[in-house]
């Protein structure tokens, strides 16, 4: 979606977004910009979650020598062990269960890392810049459509830095591909298909009956946070089993296509969704996602005049070897993770390209026709260095929300589909579907009361 529309709505007002029936409150006050480092300064962060993925973002940041100042977490086993990750160097970070109370106490930090269940991405990050810290959250940005653009909205008002954790934007090699794409060796692109392993977690299945006892070392309305709730079941939802659950998760397709798709996207300069389908799926079930999805999305392209379609494969599903026979003569077949990407003058799988009248693929850094394509994008340290070094006015962040934004609302707009039959066509100013207002209604998330998104 371009950006013309993005800011059309958010002016709105009365509007498309003043619109929003919200179950809990939105606020309006903001820090009016958000704090900035000198070059050499060391970042003073909190990390809202710092269990899974929030485990390796606070390895991460204490390895480039960070200062951590606060931990928060609803589970105490997770908490406690953060602490014992950073004590030798900062044995001071103090622990929170609720990322509201740390942001009320912690006056003097730099920037906020959220690495939640995907439901309180929005809730977190967006209290965060309002309290004048720069974010970076992981992927997806946020869980609903309407949320990625209150997170759009809240960074700009508030000057904040942001970068969404799709952390291989931040390698060599997805520069390189996205050099590829750029120099327009493959003509234009019509369709790409991409597929992934996942789920590895239980999707596809009906909530349970019934209810456990809450175990003392968990904090679970602060983990339900903003969305419904629900009794508490063993081993159901936390610590990693919340994915698949529409109310916590985005499935398979928000977990993984902001890593596979983004090369792409930025590739290829992806914007606007045109219309969003799931042509294929197994069993669907009233709370979760299926456990297997062909998505199809069609999306307009800032490099070319026709739009792209994109077939998203999911539940260890991939396309049929007919789609592109010169990857089973390369190969041996289409295998499940791979990225195909079907150009009118070659076409590039996996690191390697095929140019037209080819009959197979060979590494395009040593094929005659791309080998020589020019560097034309900065190389950095990674993904989680670029954050923090942007802090410091030393770099711009790669997966800021120029990127993340549109990126994640494509994504978003296939797990709409994922729950909602036949062909969704979007209209990305009015940031509504013009033909299914069931899938309208899941564009915005449910607020609890007693929670806001402020």
């Known amino acids: 979606m371009n950006k013309l529309s993005r800011r059309a709505f958010l002016r709105a007002g009365t509007g498309a977004a003043g619109a929003l029936v919200w179950s809990g409150t939105v606020g309006n006050s903001y820090a009016a910009n958000a704090k900035r480092r000198a070059p050499g300064d060391r970042l003073n962060m909190a990390f809202v979650g710092v269990g899974g993925r929030g485990e390796a973002n606070l390895r991460e940041f204490y390895g480039l020598g960070e200062q951590v100042v606060a931990v928060c977490d609803v589970d105490a086993g997770r908490l406690n062990h953060s602490t014992v990750l950073v004590k030798e160097r900062c044995p001071d970070a103090r622990k929170y269960v609720d990322y509201r109370e740390m942001l009320a106490k912690e006056k003097d930090l730099d920037a906020v890392v959220v690495s939640t269940p995907d439901h309180m991405h929005a809730a977190a990050a967006i209290a965060a810049m309002r309290a004048g810290c720069n974010v970076y959250v992981e992927k997806p940005l946020v869980r609903t459509v309407r949320e990625a653009r209150w997170f759009e909205t809240t960074a700009k008002e508030c000057g904040a830095i942001t970068q969404m954790g799709n952390n291989g934007n931040g390698s060599d090699a997805q520069r390189r591909n996205i050099e590829l794409l750029q120099s327009g060796v493959l003509g234009d692109v019509s369709e790409i298909h991409v597929s992934t392993d996942r789920p590895i977690w239980p999707q596809g299945l009906n909530r349970p009956e019934g209810s456990d006892p809450v175990p003392e070392w968990l904090s679970w309305d ?116 791979g990225t195909l990407i079907k150009g009118a003058k070659g076409m590039y799988m996996n690191g390697a390209v095929c140019m037209s009248g080819e009959p197979k693929f060979r590494g395009f850094g040593q094929h005659e026709a791309t080998k020589d394509i020019p560097v034309t994008l900065p190389r950095v340290k990674g993904h989680h260095w670029e954050f923090a070094a942007a802090i410091r006015g030393e770099a711009s962040t790669f997966s800021d929300i120029d990127h993340s934004v549109p990126l994640t609302e494509a994504v978003l707009l296939g797990c709409v589909s994922q729950q909602v039959p036949g062909e969704l066509k979007w209209d990305a100013a009015g940031c509504r579907f013009t033909n299914s207002e069931a899938a309208n209604a899941l564009l915005q998330p449910h607020v609890r009361e007693g929670w806001i998104i402020n």
């Open 222 to 337: 602060n983990w339900v946070g903003v969305a419904p709730e629900r009794p508490f079941k063993n081993g159901v939802y936390h610590a990693f089993n919340w994915r698949g659950w529409f109310d916590f998760g985005t499935g398979a397709m928000g977990d993984i296509a902001c890593h596979s798709m983004s090369f792409f996207f930025r590739g290829l300069r992806l914007g606007e969704v045109i219309s969003a389908e799931t042509v294929k799926t197994t069993e669907k079930f009233k709370e979760t996602y299926p456990a297997a999805t062909t998505v199809k999305l069609v999306v307009k392209s800032g490099m070319q005049q026709s739009p792209v379609t994109i077939y998203w494969y999911d539940g260890k599903t991939k396309p049929a070897d007919e789609v592109c026979p010169e990857a089973v003569a390369t190969w041996g077949g289409i295998s499940v993770g």
